[in-house]
């Protein structure tokens, strides 16, 4: 009668151990949890708050194009700001950017150091990857407080260095262009694009996004079963030319977003082996494919083919079977969705399309 007593006492120690244990797992989850919850991200506008037009590419594209942007951001109740010497096209190189690469840094960093709560990058084009470089050589450190960093194409350079500060960002059109903007600018770039959707981002009106994309490989997810993690990337070209970089794409735990102009098929499946060749894919969730035109192609079946290529002779043979999502809603096209950057997202893969889930600014930062 002994032995059973002592096992069952034993049994009961045991069981009061593991279940210790495990509340304390979960406890330490929970903080962790609170962690997430709490990473510094950028705050919503109130009325009257400042949204500054930052200009580290591109120069205005018609003499009244500020004008305009400035009116927009007033329409919506947010203060616009734009320093005073902040664009001086005949300063820069081959007449094309906003400014000399020394000045579209100082005023980066103005912005950066300024009471602005949002940068709105004016154009993209060429010039970031010059005020990234400028900006690491000045040892300048970032705010305590992240503002919210917005644009697309070129601008990618800017996200990428505001998530090596754990920084979510928001790829979405340039405040130069965008439906409201056309009328003025007169460019087909993202001509159907809403502006208005991102001041009611801004503003804290919407908090979560709901993206619908195209399956091309559902890898090994269980259809309908949420893959948590969250987006990072951005403009292609940009993303490549950053590979090696302080500030090169880091793919653990993240869903990969790639757009582009339209390229040549030969020179995109270049690009894409090289990221796989530097390990970006190595550990991340998924990849979501925004537009990425095929040159001389009518439609997206092309894009399709060679992103399916891509896949099976790149990706599958190192043993990375990872969900692949397509919709051309996102880049250099009539329109330019919002994505959030460095926020939790959730993909869940249908039988007929998969569907992300994405706050535009709770942290996925740690």
Same mark, same amino acid.
């Given at each position: 009668?002994?032995?059973?007593?002592?096992?069952?006492?034993?049994?009961?120690?045991?069981?009061?151990?593991?279940?210790?244990?495990?509340?304390?797992?979960?406890?330490?989850?929970?903080?962790?949890?609170?962690?997430?919850?709490?990473?510094?991200?950028?705050?919503?506008?109130?009325?009257?708050?400042?949204?500054?037009?930052?200009?580290?590419?591109?120069?205005?594209?018609?003499?009244?194009?500020?004008?305009?942007?400035? %009116?927009?951001?007033?329409?919506?109740?947010?203060?616009?700001?734009?320093?005073?010497?902040?664009?001086?096209?005949?300063?820069?190189?081959?007449?094309?950017?906003?400014?000399?690469?020394?000045?579209?840094?100082?005023?980066?960093? $103005?912005?950066?150091?300024?009471?602005?709560?949002?940068?709105?990058?004016?154009?993209?084009?060429?010039?970031?990857?010059?005020?990234?470089?400028?900006? $690491?050589?000045?040892?300048? %450190?970032?705010?305590?407080?992240?503002?919210?960093?917005?644009?697309?194409?070129?601008?990618?350079?800017?996200?990428?260095?505001?998530?090596?500060?754990?920084?979510?960002?928001?790829?979405? %059109?340039?405040?130069?262009?965008?439906?409201?903007?056309?009328?003025?600018?007169?460019?087909?770039?993202?001509? %159907?694009?809403?502006?208005?959707?991102?001041?009611?981002?801004?503003? +804290?009106?919407?908090?979560?996004?709901?993206?619908?994309?195209?399956?091309?490989?559902?890898?090994?997810?269980?259809?309908?079963?949420?893959?948590?993690?969250?987006?990072?990337?951005?403009?292609?070209?940009?993303?490549?030319?950053?590979?090696?970089?302080?500030?090169?794409?880091?793919?653990?735990?993240?869903?990969?977003?790639?757009?582009?102009?339209?390229?040549?098929?030969?020179?995109?499946?270049?690009?894409?082996?090289?990221?796989?060749?530097?390990?970006?894919?190595?550990?991340?969730? +998924?990849?979501?494919?925004?537009?990425?035109?095929?040159?001389?192609?009518?439609?997206?079946?092309?894009?399709?083919?060679?992103?399916?290529?891509?896949?099976?002779?790149?990706?599958?043979?190192?043993?990375?079977?990872?969900?692949?999502?397509?919709?051309?809603?996102?880049?250099?096209?009539?329109?330019?969705?919002?994505?959030?950057?460095?926020?939790?997202?959730?993909?869940?893969?249908?039988?007929?399309?998969?569907?992300?889930?994405?706050?535009?600014? $709770?942290?996925?930062?740690?």
């Amino acid at each position: 009668m002994k032995r059973p007593l002592i096992a069952l006492i034993i049994n009961m120690f045991l069981f009061s151990a593991n279940f210790a244990c495990a509340m304390g797992k979960e406890a330490s989850s929970s903080e962790d949890s609170k962690t997430v919850s709490k990473a510094p991200t950028w705050k919503f506008l109130k009325e009257g708050d400042g949204v500054e037009i930052i200009a580290p590419s591109g120069a205005p594209l018609t003499p009244g194009h500020i004008e305009a942007i400035k %009116s927009l951001i007033a329409s919506h109740g947010l203060q616009p700001f734009l320093p005073e010497g902040a664009i001086d096209k005949e300063a820069s190189r081959h007449g094309y950017f906003a400014n000399s690469d020394e000045n579209r840094t100082k005023y980066f960093i $103005e912005a950066l150091q300024g009471p602005s709560k949002a940068l709105w990058a004016l154009r993209g084009g060429f010039g970031a990857a010059e005020v990234v470089y400028e900006f $690491e050589l000045s040892a300048v %450190s970032p705010p305590k407080h992240p503002k919210l960093i917005i644009g697309f194409s070129d601008i990618t350079a800017l996200h990428l260095l505001a998530a090596t500060w754990g920084w979510p960002s928001l790829h979405g %059109s340039v405040i130069g262009l965008g439906e409201e903007l056309f009328k003025e600018t007169q460019v087909n770039v993202n001509k %159907s694009t809403k502006l208005s959707l991102v001041f009611s981002i801004l503003k +804290g009106e919407i908090r979560e996004l709901e993206h619908t994309f195209n399956v091309i490989h559902s890898g090994s997810a269980t259809l309908e079963t949420p893959i948590f993690g969250s987006v990072m990337g951005g403009n292609l070209s940009i993303i490549e030319n950053h590979k090696g970089t302080p500030t090169a794409l880091q793919g653990k735990g993240r869903f990969i977003f790639l757009e582009d102009t339209s390229e040549d098929p030969k020179r995109l499946i270049r690009r894409l082996i090289g990221l796989v060749r530097a390990g970006v894919f190595d550990e991340a969730k +998924g990849i979501i494919f925004g537009n990425n035109p095929i040159a001389g192609s009518a439609d997206s079946s092309q894009t399709i083919d060679e992103i399916k290529y891509f896949i099976k002779n790149f990706l599958l043979p190192r043993n990375i079977n990872i969900p692949v999502v397509y919709s051309p809603r996102f880049g250099h096209d009539e329109y330019n969705d919002v994505m959030p950057l460095g926020t939790t997202a959730s993909l869940s893969i249908h039988e007929y399309a998969a569907i992300l889930k994405v706050s535009v600014n $709770e942290s996925a930062y740690q």
